[in-house]
């Protein structure tokens, strides 16, 4: 089972539409929760850290789910310019106490006009 | 706009060239790192300095030899590279304090080895 896991899309909704991404994380002792936005041919953009209590900003709500390890994003009325790949991060506590962040391989998504 | 530059955006070169790629950033972030990325994948970590000291090395070939000359620089020296090098590397900071995961990205300087 891969550590970080996303549908990897491409998921082609209409403007104005609601879109949910999942991503399931392997390592319980995981310690924080990030996704990241890339646009084509961009670097990779914090767009928001998961909180426990599970966080909103504007159209966009991530929450978090330790029981059963998945962190979710979900984005209400899409517009256009949020066509990009959507990257799940995760903050990984190893056995020696080292931290280390595992990026999952991303999920694209197409809004359309 | 991004506040961490990385210079050349785009680089091509021979098997026998040296390079270097920079990154700078004037945010007092004290955490660095050096990521590679290939199309449709993740990033990659390569390199992360901490206080300007190397804290990680992620088994990355002596071809790539990172450089830290101060608190706001980051180089990136290549030599003796391959055509599967090719990708995009891109450069990152964090502040001190800030959760591990939240990075600022350079743009980037996509790197071609023929």
């Known amino acids: 089972r891969k550590e970080v896991e996303q549908d990897p899309g491409p998921f082609n909704v209409p403007e104005g539409a609601t879109v949910a991404f999942n991503c399931t994380y392997s390592?319980?002792?995981?310690?924080?929760f990030f996704w990241y936005r890339q646009d084509c041919r961009k670097e990779p953009k914090l767009l928001m850290s998961?909180?426990?209590?599970?966080n909103e900003d504007g159209r966009f709500t991530a929450q978090l789910n330790r029981a059963s390890q998945y962190i979710s994003l979900l984005i209400r009325d899409s517009k256009l310019s949020d066509s990009a790949t959507y990257l799940c991060?995760?903050?990984?506590?190893?056995?020696?106490?080292?931290?280390?962040?595992?990026w999952g391989l991303g999920t694209s998504l197409a809004v359309n006009p | 706009d991004t506040e961490v530059t990385q210079t050349p955006k785009h680089l091509v070169m021979g098997m026998t060239n040296k390079k270097s790629l920079k990154c700078e950033q004037h945010?007092?972030?004290?955490?660095m790192y050096w990521y590679k990325q290939k199309a449709k994948k993740p990033p990659e970590l390569m390199f992360v300095?901490?206080?300007?000291?190397?804290?990680i090395n992620e088994s990355v070939p002596s071809r790539f030899s990172p450089e830290c000359p101060n608190s706001s620089l980051l180089n990136l020296h290549l030599h003796a590279l391959q055509p599967e090098d090719s990708a995009l590397y891109l450069c990152?900071?964090?502040?001190?304090?800030?959760?591990?995961?939240?990075?600022?990205f350079g743009e980037g300087s996509r790197l071609t080895v023929l």
């Open positions: 991060v995760v903050n990984q506590v190893n056995a020696g106490n080292n931290r280390k962040l595992i």
């Open positions: 998961v909180y426990s209590s599970g």
């Open positions: 390592n319980s002792a995981s310690q924080s």
């Open positions: 990152a900071s964090r502040p001190g304090g800030a959760n591990t995961g939240e990075l600022f």
């Open positions: 945010m007092g972030h004290r955490a």
């Open positions: 300095y901490s206080y300007e000291k190397l804290s």
